[in-house]
């Protein structure tokens, strides 16, 4: 692998730069390149966290391939910069030796409910600007999916932590073990002095097949399983259900965690599967054994039914699956995972906001509800998306919410 000085090197520092172009939160990436070259790191972190405080984790995570990467000139004849391997570097010993800057505090305060991807840059961007923000948590530590979810294999644990330490530096109070919607409610804040609350609590319900089965003991939500693997006692044989991201992090999780063969099935081919193509990969180099034109119809005790899956490709190439209840097998399995999907959590919905037909806050395209001061962003919004898109949008929430603010506050 070439070195990221090598990689830097290589940029051609496009003016009119489509790697920046074709990022969600449009990182500067040629300015970001040319302070690196100049030996200016610490430029450079600060450039790429106040554009997006999560650039540590983006970098990792971000599928690259359909952004900055995939769309680096030098990839229409020969191989794109890897800029994201350099962004890495930089975010990390950016976060690392990060000093905090003195910042004057105008009393403010606001409330954010859900410490993940939304919440963090949330809250970074008003404390930086002088808020006073409280953070309620229903998990135990900040992070959301990127701690509760997304395996350490592929997400190194430390970096959630140093969020946290900057986070309380910053001034921040964070209340874990917090769910906002049980006991405290939207409603009980603006009395305490909040003058607006942000509300990006995800969508951690997992999605049910509805089959005949799946309430049985060896049957689980890959998102359930993913927050604590360790809890789980899976057997030898694990059927993962499902053709996302989600489904391959469950497989490749219960693979390292020793269950000897894991077999991923669903629906439809390898080549309509959601996940990103070198995820799959990757669960292939694991070992994972992919099942696929298997649409499950009933949990066993040992084994997922399947009936097989035609896929028919219309004359304008419209693609659709059609069972054959002729052709019915069995993938033996000592537990089973479900991976068909996430929506929001119940307690939250009932906060009086109004929601879409699927659950989810409704939102003008600045995040605002239909509840005066209360604004939302991240997956509760657009429903399950990637961690970049979460950064972009509440980026733009917070401009109206510092407006709103300044206005009512
Ligand atoms: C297994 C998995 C793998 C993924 N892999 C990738 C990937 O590789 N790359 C990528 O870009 N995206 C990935 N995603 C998607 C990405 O993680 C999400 O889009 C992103 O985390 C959304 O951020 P969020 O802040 O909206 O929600 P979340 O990350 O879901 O955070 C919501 C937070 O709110 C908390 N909460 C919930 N209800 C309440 C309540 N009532 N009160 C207080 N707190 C509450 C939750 O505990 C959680 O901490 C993955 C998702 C999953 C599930």
Same mark, same amino acid.
């Given at each position: ?11 051609? /520092?496009? /003016? ?36 997006? +405080?999560? #650039? ?6 971000? +599928? ?10 030098? &990839?229409?004849?020969?191989? !794109? ?6 962004? @890495? ?6 976060? @690392?030796?990060?000093?905090? +800057? ?14 993940? !991807? ?37 997400? +190194? ?55 005949? &089965? ?36 469950? %497989? ?26 070198? $995820? ?8 994972? @054994? ?5 649409? %499950? ?22 693609? #659709?699956? @059609? ?8 993938? !033996? ?34 995040? $605002? ?30 401009? /109206? ?9």
């Amino acid at each position: 692998m070439p070195s990221i000085k090598h990689e830097a090197l290589r940029c051609l /520092k496009c /003016k009119n730069a489509q790697c920046a172009a074709h990022c969600p939160v449009s990182t500067p990436i040629p300015q970001v390149t040319e302070l690196f070259l100049n030996g200016e790191i610490k430029q450079a972190g600060e450039m790429l966290f106040l554009n997006n +405080p999560l #650039s540590a984790v983006t970098s990792i995570i971000c +599928p690259h391939e359909r952004n900055c990467n995939g769309h680096c000139v030098l &990839g229409i004849k020969g191989t !794109p910069i890897e800029f994201f391997r350099i962004e @890495e570097y930089i975010s990390r010993f950016y976060l @690392e030796t990060m000093e905090i +800057p003195h910042i004057e505090k105008n009393g403010i305060k606001v409330a954010v409910a859900g410490a993940g !991807p939304a919440g963090i840059t949330m809250s970074i961007l008003l404390l930086l600007r002088g808020y006073d923000v409280t953070l309620f948590e229903a998990q135990d530590n900040v992070g959301g999916v990127l701690r509760y979810g997304i395996p350490p294999f592929r997400l +190194p644990r430390d970096l959630l932590d140093m969020y946290k330490g900057i986070l309380l530096r910053l001034g921040g109070h964070f209340r874990p073990n917090t769910r906002l919607g049980s006991n405290i409610m939207i409603d009980d804040l603006f009395p305490d002095g909040y003058k607006a609350v942000f509300v990006s609590t995800g969508t951690g319900r997992p999605n049910k097949l509805g089959l005949l &089965g799946e309430t049985l003991g060896h049957v689980h939500f890959a998102v359930d399983y993913l927050k604590t693997p360790e809890a789980f006692a899976l057997g030898h044989k694990v059927a993962v259900i499902g053709a996302g991201n989600v489904a391959i992090d469950a %497989a490749r999780t219960a693979i390292r965690r020793g269950h000897s063969h894991v077999t991923i099935l669903h629906f439809m081919g390898e080549e309509d599967m959601t996940a990103n193509r070198d $995820e799959v990969e990757m669960a292939e180099i694991d070992g994972v @054994e992919f099942v696929h034109y298997a649409q %499950a119809v009933r949990i066993l005790e040992d084994g997922v039914r399947c009936v097989r899956v035609n896929r028919i490709v219309d004359e304008e190439g419209k693609v #659709s699956f @059609e069972e054959d209840y002729s052709d019915t097998f069995v993938v !033996p399995a000592d537990s089973v995972i479900i991976a068909i999907g996430q929506g929001p959590g119940a307690d939250i919905r009932s906060s009086g906001v109004k929601l879409t037909g699927r659950g989810l806050f409704e939102v003008n395209e600045w995040g $605002e509800t239909d509840t005066p001061g209360v604004f939302a962003a991240g997956d509760i919004v657009s429903g399950p998306k990637t961690v970049v898109d979460a950064v972009a949008f509440t980026k733009k929430v917070f401009t /109206k919410m510092e407006e709103y603010l300044q206005n009512n506050a």
